[in-house]
């Protein structure tokens, strides 16, 4: 038979000795029987788990434990909680009373093992673990992922475990931890088939794509882009870039130059990853002969200034970042043979960067301004982002200088 311990009234006059159960002072705190909660209807009753202690009335319930103290729990919150099996739960027993949210709309109680949210428009749904965690580095409900819409659950895959929420939803597996992933990036995802699909979970928030305009989330095998110009696109191969400046850029920053590149790569599934950077003081190379500047033809100070590959791999590729090149270009993609790179300009436009580096994964000027391989000038591209076909997002894939994901 379960323990129980008699309701007292308040004493008049003094403050209420030390023997009173907590979950009477608790009641008194707040009102009484004339407050919210109402009157009891079972006496202060011993847990099944032998530790705590709780007494329910009219409108909802306080629970004891002595590591958390005396806390009340009602409505649909204390209905989540209760169907979830009390503090026999995963939940444990509350550590705060129901308690309105910062935005003013919704409340939530926080348990030993995690919180439930619930607001008007979502109802009474619970989060934990890891996944709380990431909610809560986030903003909480102030985020842009709202109010949860459903519990933790297990994903179809048996492996990973999930909470969608209003704005978006957080995946969490044991290889990855929990990132949140939301808007178009999700919509995308999901029409791909979730964590089941080629991509596997997400690895990385959503992400501001060098400083831009654009936005990506890193799964375990690709990335999804968006844009509002090039929409969702999913990325499965990836190149690598190294800058090494010479000169600093001063007509379009090394950001501006980068997310200008992501976007139109991207046409292609490709994924620009900007690797290292690193200044170079080589004045007597400021301003570099290029010579005819074509493929397979270099000049002496190219060649030496090609050989500048700190930190590079093999298969990646290299910007040099100059004052000028000899003759007059905006760039040159000419370089020696296993030091694949190109010059560019520090008065550059902002899509010179992907169209020498373009060059380098084998693509050639094509008259259409309307194209990244313009050969009339990438200062004259009329339909930013320029495009790419598909025969030279083919030839990109099979340089050799981009990877599969």
């Known amino acids: 038979m379960a323990k129980t311990v008699k309701a007292a009234s308040p004493p008049r006059g003094k403050f209420p000795p030390f023997h009173i159960h907590p979950i009477i002072l608790k009641y008194w705190s707040l009102g009484g029987a004339g407050s919210w909660l109402g009157p009891n209807t079972t006496p202060i009753t011993t847990c099944p788990d032998g530790v705590g202690s709780f007494q329910h009335y009219a409108n909802g319930s306080i629970y004891y434990h002595p590591a958390t103290g005396a806390h009340e729990i009602h409505g649909l919150i204390r209905a989540r909680w209760s169907s979830l099996g ?208 074509n493929m397979g033809v270099v000049t002496a100070e190219q060649t030496s200034l090609f050989g500048n590959r700190n930190f590079v791999g093999v298969n990646e590729m290299v910007a040099y970042f100059v004052r000028s090149t000899v003759p007059a270009l905006n760039g040159c993609a000419a370089f020696p043979p296993g030091r694949p790179g190109a010059v560019i300009v520090r008065s550059a436009s902002r899509w010179t960067l992907g169209h020498e580096l373009g060059h380098v994964l084998g693509l050639s000027h094509v008259s259409n301004n309307d194209r990244l391989m313009t050969g009339l000038g990438t200062f004259n591209i009329t339909n930013p982002p320029p495009d790419l076909i598909a025969s030279e997002i083919s030839t990109m894939i099979g340089s050799g200088l981009s990877t599969p994901l």
Request: aromatic share 14%; glycine share 12%.
């Open 86 to 293: 009390w503090e026999r739960s995963f939940l444990g027993y509350p550590v705060t009373d129901e308690t309105a949210t910062p935005d003013g709309i919704g409340r939530y109680n926080h348990f030993q093992g995690g919180s439930i949210y619930w607001s008007p428009a979502t109802g009474a749904w619970e989060v934990h673990g890891l996944i709380r965690n990431k909610y809560a580095a986030l903003g909480w409900e102030r985020s842009f992922l709202g109010y949860p819409l459903t519990n933790e659950n297990t994903t179809p895959d048996r492996i990973g475990r999930y909470n969608h929420f209003q704005g978006g939803s957080i995946y969490w597996s044991p290889s990855t931890g929990a990132w949140e992933v939301h808007g178009a990036i999700r919509g995308q995802w999901a029409a791909l088939g979730w964590e089941r699909s080629a991509l596997g979970y997400p690895i990385s928030d959503e992400l501001s794509v060098f400083g831009g305009a654009g936005r990506i989330s890193h799964f375990q095998h690709g990335s999804i882009y968006w844009s509002a110009t090039a929409a969702a696109r999913v990325l499965r191969e990836r190149v690598r870039v190294h800058v090494k400046c010479l000169e600093i850029p001063v007509s379009f920053t090394l950001n501006e130059q980068f997310a200008a590149m992501q976007e139109v790569y991207a046409i292609g599934g490709i994924r620009v990853d900007w690797a290292t950077t690193e200044n170079l003081a080589l004045p007597s190379l400021n301003d570099v002969d290029v010579g005819s500047c």
